[in-house]
């Protein structure tokens, strides 16, 4: 999946070995004024990929089910079924993610931890889990074909921004990882959670459990600042250096793509900048013009 400026373009690779191609018109919403608007725009950016992420998994899960006995067409999923495992993806998401650190640690500081220590026992067992979770599932067979299309998405993404041709062997001359990559902001927002949960009080409990919630949308919109302005300021030292885990742990989220996988890659990007209008010019090269999401740079959906 690629967002362009007002549409995700997504392709879809069929059991027959066919690519099927969908799109996913962008709410307004997503792309108001306040989608340029720093420190707001992250929290803006945040729920719409939640929202497009979960209608892209929809579809994909639509083509590759048998196709409804009656219209003979795929069969995608419900707003209100979305609704509900988006719901229950986030309680999921804040109990492990967020909670369960956070009861951990309360152990450590019934034992005898001041608060500090017990925050960055909170912090690191965050981490721990986050790193874990990312390994073990990719042990998973279907998981490692996900991460294989995941690195294809940087590549032809990063071929794009080289204004290079769009073809398998162009393609795979760029790295599987990319410091744009939802991978990269998922690290940051783990890493900010640390720094800010370290300054708040452990008592009283209704305040320390709050804020673990109640800032989760102030930490994904610092985080979002953060990885836009490594994306915009690459070669700044210490910008490579904070950046550096995030690329590390993109090791873990990637893997070497098949042909086949990125010419799916290939397909969606072509497809995302058809519907942004942008033609090739005769050397094969693409004209490069400004999406909503960087202001210069379309981005892969991860």
């Known amino acids: 999946m690629i967002r362009g400026r007002d549409h ?62 009656e219209t003979g067409e795929p069969e995608e999923m419900g707003r209100g079924s979305m609704a509900v495992m988006l719901f229950i993806s986030l309680v999921v998401g804040i109990g492990v993610f967020f909670l369960a650190p956070l009861g951990l640690s309360r152990l450590i500081e019934n034992a005898g931890a001041n608060e500090f220590t017990a925050n960055v026992v909170e912090g690191a067992v965050r981490l721990a889990i986050f790193v874990a979770y990312i390994w073990l599932i990719g042990r998973m067979e279907d998981i490692r074909r996900v991460f294989g299309y995941h690195g294809a998405e940087h590549m032809a993404v990063a071929a794009h921004e080289a204004g290079q041709p769009l073809t398998v062997e162009s393609v795979r001359r760029f790295p599987e990882e990319h410091p744009r990559c939802g991978t990269s902001f998922l690290m940051t927002v783990v890493v900010v959670s640390i720094l800010i949960f370290i300054l708040i009080p452990r008592d009283p409990w209704w305040l320390l459990v709050g804020s673990r919630i109640v800032l ?60 942004d209008g942008v033609e090739y010019n005769p050397t094969g090269q693409i004209d490069v013009a400004p999406s909503a999401e960087t202001g210069s740079e379309r981005t892969a959906g991860d």
Not at 10 to 16: H, N
Not at 242 to 251: K, T
């Open 216 to 275: 989760i949308p102030v930490i994904g919109a610092i985080s979002y600042e953060l990885i836009r302005y490594a994306g915009t300021h690459p070669t700044q030292f210490w910008v490579r250096l904070l950046g550096a885990p995030n690329l590390w742990l993109q090791e873990l989220t990637t893997r070497p793509p098949e042909d086949a996988m990125i010419e799916v890659a290939i397909d969606a990007m072509n497809y995302a900048l058809e519907l």
């Open 8 to 69: 995700a373009a997504i392709a879809i690779r069929r059991e027959d070995n066919s690519i099927v191609r969908r799109e996913i018109s962008l709410a307004g919403w997503s792309n108001f004024w306040l989608r340029r608007f720093p420190w707001v725009r992250g929290i803006v950016v945040l729920a719409e990929t939640l929202v497009v992420g979960m209608k892209a998994l929809s579809i994909s899960a639509a083509e590759a089910a048998p196709p409804n006995e």
